[in-house]
């Protein structure tokens, strides 16, 4: 049996968690690398709970690996894959099992008392955007005056109190439709905009004061240590949201702001996680505004570009398995 391993569940091409495989290889550490879409064909969970112990025992095992569970130091859980299921099984059969995987081995799992980054039941919590923004600023952060709604009329009055202001969506920005990948980057609203607006009414609307920013940070935050990388550019495109223009973009690795950081120990502490990627936007006068986190955010092209050693503080905390 390994001794004290780190479980990471991820799916299979993802290029930052390798390099964080092959850190922890390097140092000695024990590693059971798998994807939740392995299961129920690939991935088995033999596990029973023991009255004497007081906690789930078994095991996790593939084809070429197994770990024990009681020998799990901590877990990794970066975004893996939905779980497949057999392609006969019936639709009403494919709701069932899914529901029972979850339930079952994600219930097992969720009740291993281990360091998480991040527990997959923080992470559900912490992926709304309005928690996010209310408990960033009961933290001490500042967040902008913020509207969601579904009422078009709510909206045009919104933003002629607010002036400028950008339209966000809650969740991942891209959609595929007729096999077309789409992306909906978020925009400013323009008073010419806003007679149009009628689509709003046709589910919840995220609308936010817009910051006049000179630059914008995402801070990657790892147990109580923080790297953060400020952006800049001089794309049009990319002034609003830079995700729209990457080859344009300039990166610093900065000093994180001390009343930034006591806020961010503070959010994170709230929402219970151990890793998160905070995006900020930077004004004129140098405040600080809190846009949103993610939960399993990507830092990899930001470690690229600065050489912050986020790989080694990741290896770092899975290692020592203690609670940030």
Partial sequence: MNSDTVVIFAQEADAPVDAVVCELTERGVPVFRADTSWFPGQLVLDAHFDPAVGRWAGELRTKYRSVELEAVRSIWYRDPAAF??????????????????RLGFGGV????????????NRAADAIFKPLQLATAHSCGLNVQPTLVT???????????????????????????????????????????????????????????RWVDKTHEARVIVIGERMFTITIRTDSAKAKVDWRADFPALRYALVDTPPEVAKGLRSYMNALGLAYAAVDFAIDADGQWFFLE???????????????????AALADLLAEGARP
């Fill in 109 to 120: 799992l969720a009740a291993m008392p281990v360091l998480w980054v991040n527990h997959p």
């Fill in 150 to 208: 579904n009422s078009p009329e709510a909206l045009v009055r919104f933003a002629a109190d607010q002036g400028d202001v950008v339209c966000k969506s809650f969740g991942p920005n891209t959609i595929t439709e007729g096999g077309e990948l789409k992306v909906a980057f978020t925009h400013c609203l323009r008073s010419a905009d806003l007679p149009g607006m009628s689509g709003a009414a046709s589910t919840a609307t995220q609308v936010q």
């Fill in 84 to 101: 497949r299921f057999p392609a006969e099984l019936t639709e009403v059969e494919r709701a069932y099992a899914h529901r029972e995987a």
């Fill in 293 to 311: 986190s993610n939960s399993s955010g990507q830092y990899g092209w930001l470690e690229a570009q600065t050489g912050a050693p986020i790989t």
